[in-house]
Antibody, heavy 121, light 108 residues
Framework: EVQLVESGGGLVKPGGSLRLSCAAS????????MNWVRQAPGKGLEWVSS????????YYADSVKGRFTISRDNAKNSLYLQMNSLRAEDTSVYYC??????????????WGQGTLVTVSS | SYELTQPPSVSVSPGQTARITCSGD??????AYWYQQKPGQAPVLVIY???ERPSGIPERFSGSSSGTTVTLTISGVQAEDEADYYC???????????FGTGTKVTVL
């Protein structure tokens, strides 16, 4: 069974940093591209970042570029999101999600339950 | 930046058909995907590659595409289908994912 479990969320002051983790199991993690998607309270889904299976290709939403860094450790079956210079508008539930396998497929077939990040003084 | 536009809400009686549209300029070049999200839960993929249904998704969920608009159709709506639905695709380069604005489906 595919499982994605996020951790590392919490309350942080504006300007602070936080590192999210996502532990994957039930599939060959090193074969899949992974993503972070967030959802502000009462709002819609927003894509944050993606990383290819071997970390060769990394992309960010404009809203987080230069502040967030996505990474992965295939030996540990783990995905990470380092978030720096946090702002109030970064307050969201952060989901990690697996990208569908297959060339040209850019959908997300498995999602974790999310971890809440609150940026407030 | 690239946007996908959905109607904010759709209301439907049980047993009827709900149709949710999603419009975006790059949709002719990139596949669309649809997600169902119930309160307090993570999104669930219900349609991929415009019209394919993942295993375990009921047959009443279907997708179609025409030009710059894709449509999610729920036939024979059931009370359990009440949820938020989001379309998702990518920009023309395929490097940036984008989600639609979301549609709340209410079963009357």
């Amino acid at each position: 069974e595919v499982q994605l479990v996020e951790s590392g969320g919490g309350l942080v002051k504006p300007g602070g940093s936080l590192r999210l983790s996502c532990a994957a199991s039930g599939f060959t993690f090193s074969s899949y591209s992974m993503n972070w998607v967030r959802q502000a309270p009462g709002k819609g889904l927003e894509w944050v970042s993606s990383i290819s299976s071997s970390s060769s290709f990394i992309y960010y939403a404009d809203s987080v570029k230069g502040r967030f860094t996505i990474s992965r450790d295939n030996a540990k079956n783990s995905l990470y999101l380092q978030m720096n210079s946090l702002r109030a508008e970064d307050t969201s539930v952060y989901y990690c999600a697996r990208r569908l396998a297959g060339t040209g497929l850019l959908g997300l077939d498995y999602w974790g339950q999310g971890t809440l990040v609150t940026v407030s003084s | 930046s690239y946007e996908l536009t959905q109607p904010p809400s759709v209301s439907v009686s049980p047993g009827q058909t709900a149709r949710i549209t999603c419009s975006g300029d790059a949709l002719p070049k990139q596949y669309a995907y649809w997600y169902q999200q119930k309160p307090g839960q993570a999104p669930v993929l219900v349609i991929y590659k415009d019209s394919e249904r993942p295993s375990g998704i009921p047959e009443r969920f279907s997708g179609s595409s025409s030009g710059t608009t894709v449509t999610l159709t729920i036939s024979g709506v059931q009370a359990e289908d009440e949820a938020d639905y989001y379309c998702q695709s990518a920009d023309s380069s395929g490097t940036s994912f984008v989600f639609g604005t979301g549609t709340k489906v209410t079963v009357l």
